[in-house]
């Protein structure tokens, strides 16, 4: 059954919802992520931060492989919420689709590489989800192209800076882009405990995986906080907004161990900000 334009928060019906994250080839076009410049706007990087209250309700991707075009909106409509523009749900099939047609996929259910997206959202822009709404069915309309008038719509609505945020220890470079306002979206190589009933969403951050424990996707999601107070968790913890509704995990959020974010370890990679829209 394909997933209406209001049950986008609804939650999916079967344990394992779609990936889709491929991982981005090397660009040595890429913009960086200024933490001097971040750190002169947050002032200070404190030991909490949570931007969840701001964000957009958790999205569900349902049964297609369009994480990378579900946190890229996510990104989207946060930053005009941010900014004190009209939040607007963007597109997320127009995102998705518009990725395929950069990597040459577009009648496959493929997933897509981050930074694709981010080139659909600063170049197409993203119409409104009302305008060209979302559903999972496989065939269905994210093997369509959209209409002239939904690209002529999708240019009101674009990212006009986009960065790339780079892994350093105890993930400073994170923290410095949460505690400015900016939730980095970001992929990761998900482990066989992400859906084997051993780890609880609701209870603990995800555990770094073990030696020799198999990987199941790939997985692009939406960091909008941590907390390394020890208070909470014995261990620092970044907080993720998945794609998969409200009925996964704490509401469909789950915490990270940061561990996950040593640089070496080569378990993340592709962390983008959006910090300018239209």
Not at 52 to 80: D, V
Not at 153 to 171: I, M, S
Not at 255 to 263: K, N, R, T, V
Request: net charge negative; aromatic share 10%; charged share 20%.
């Amino acid at each position: 059954m394909a997933l209406a334009e209001d049950k986008r928060m609804a939650p999916t019906s079967r344990k394992t919802s779609r990936y889709g994250w491929l991982p981005d080839l090397p660009d040595p076009r890429d913009r960086i992520f200024n933490l001097e410049e971040a750190i002169s706007r947050a002032d200070q990087v404190p030991p909490k931060v949570d931007l969840s209250p701001n964000m957009p309700p958790i999205y569900n991707q349902g049964h297609l492989g369009s994480c990378t075009g579900n946190g890229i909106a996510r990104a989207l409509e946060y930053e005009q919420t941010r900014q004190s523009e009209p939040a607007v749900t963007p597109s997320r099939l127009f995102i998705y689709y518009n990725e395929r047609v950069i990597e040459g996929t577009v009648n496959q259910d493929s997933g897509g590489q981050i930074r694709d997206g981010i080139k659909v959202v600063a170049t197409l822009g993203a119409p409104p989800e009302s305008e060209w709404p979302y559903s999972d069915a496989n065939p269905g309309p994210f093997e369509q192209k959209p209409p002239p008038n939904v690209y002529q719509d999708a240019t009101k609505h674009e990212a006009l800076v986009y960065k790339r945020v780079l892994l350093g220890g105890a993930g400073a470079p994170l923290r410095t882009a949460l505690a400015a306002g900016y939730p980095v979206v970001f992929g990761f190589s998900v482990p066989m405990s992400f859906e084997d009933g051993s780890w609880d969403p609701t209870k603990e951050p995800l555990p770094v995986p073990g030696p020799g424990e198999q990987f199941i996707g790939g997985h692009c999601v939406v960091m909008s906080g941590y907390d390394f107070t020890r208070t909470r968790f014995s261990d620092p913890a970044f907080q993720i907004e998945n794609s998969w509704g409200e009925g996964w995990g704490m509401g469909g959020r789950f915490w990270m161990d940061a561990h996950w974010f040593d640089p070496n370890a080569g378990l993340v990679s592709d962390l983008w900000v959006i910090t300018k829209v239209t």
